[in-house]
């Protein structure tokens, strides 16, 4: 038993120890929004990502059969440097080249336009009307059918634009609707009143010779050339004058360039109609330079190539040329790659896709990036 009588021995009070500085800081990543990126970098970050798609999809094609030492020559030498070859993508090429332009015009607006098949069905059809009722005397049938083409074109893109300024209602429905709507009246028209009395197919007559869109030197279709003024036409708009800055603005903030002055209801109503004229336009060149009649069928896949052509060039009227004719190389060598080694053509549509991804994703890290943080 303790001795209670005794004083408690002292004992020192425990101090704290301060604590040692610790030689090493764990990290992490955060992801944040870039500022800006200097235009050398987003074009490095953008070819970097369809160098990746390219090399999925070379990789696709060769788990398809084609052997991978041909590649380079099915792409690149039998598609570019053989000249019939060579002639059937700009054949190919016109009206996508124009179906990317109307994409890229409405974009630039925030305007998602997804009608672009229904306006190329009624720029064909008028331009058919023009031939169907011999409107005209025959030298003047191709003018007439180029502006018919243009005016309901621009008519058919006018409602949807309305609906979503008076009305508020959201163009990707409106206009997705619309081109159930155009291709339902496509086929009244070709199985029904416009139908060719000679065969009974569903298809117009046949367009006379001063009707058709004319070849140039070379066996080089006009169509081509067509497509190249009216994308000069778009450059100059969109980068040279004055509603091209409005447009700028109005892409960045609608709201903002609205209390700066800017005309933004002008410039939506503006740059939408332009699209759908040039849609419409697109239907002409199909029906005048390509089959020579109203098909019932003619305007398919144009809406999505259109829709990637624009997307992969940033919206940009001559990118978007360049990117058209690349989609229309990628096109006629997927019909070569059919007949020579079976690939099925959605196999081309695959590729497609796998590009679109690569692209999205470059957008993704030129507006992004990881930044390594230090915490104790």
């Not at 109609?273 to 849609?279: D, I």
Request: net charge positive; charged share 10%.
């Amino acid at each position: 038993m303790a001795d209670l009588t005794q004083p408690a021995p002292l004992v020192a009070p425990s101090v704290a120890r301060p604590r040692r500085h610790q030689p090493w800081v764990s990290r992490r990543y955060t992801l944040e929004i870039r500022q800006q990126l200097a235009w050398p970098w987003q074009a490095l970050v953008l070819a970097l990502s369809i160098a990746a798609g390219l090399a999925i999809s070379a990789a696709i094609l060769v788990a398809a059969g084609v052997p991978a030492d041909e590649l380079a020559n099915e792409f690149i030498v039998q598609t570019f440097l053989d000249g019939q070859n060579f002639r059937a993508v700009l054949f190919q090429a016109a009206p996508m080249i124009l179906v990317g332009l109307a994409g890229a015009m409405a974009f630039r607006a925030r305007f998602w336009n997804l009608g672009l098949e229904g306006q190329m069905i009624w720029g064909a059809i008028g331009a058919t009307a023009i031939s169907f009722f011999g409107v005209g005397p025959e030298g003047l049938r191709l003018p007439l059918m180029f502006a018919s083409a243009l005016l309901c074109g621009l008519l058919w893109a006018w409602g949807p634009v309305l609906l979503k300024l008076r009305l508020g209602v959201n163009e990707i429905i409106s206009t997705l609707m619309l081109n159930y709507l155009a291709g339902n009246f496509l086929l009244h028209l070709v199985y029904g009143p416009w139908k060719d009395p000679k065969d009974a197919f569903p298809y117009s007559p046949q367009f006379l010779a001063a009707e058709r869109l004319p070849e140039l030197f070379g066996g080089v279709g006009s169509a081509i050339v067509l497509a190249g003024i009216v994308a000069v036409l778009a450059w100059w708009l969109v980068d040279v004058s004055r509603a091209g800055l409005y447009l700028r603005f109005v892409n960045a903030n609608p709201r903002m360039a609205d209390a700066a002055g800017v005309p933004v209801t002008r410039m939506i109503v503006g740059s939408v109609l332009v699209s759908g004229a040039m849609a419409g336009l697109a239907g002409f060149v199909i029906a005048s330079g390509q089959e020579g009649r109203l098909t019932q069928a003619f305007y398919q896949g144009y809406g999505f190539s259109g829709i990637l052509i624009a997307f992969l060039a940033r919206n940009n009227p001559l990118a978007a040329t360049v990117v058209a004719l690349l989609v229309a190389a990628l096109f006629v060598t997927g019909r070569s790659l059919q007949v020579f080694y079976q690939v099925p053509f959605s196999m081309v549509q695959l590729i497609q896709a796998v590009i679109v991804i690569a692209v999205a994703s470059s957008d993704f890290f030129i507006r992004h990036r990881l930044r390594r943080v230090a915490a104790a």
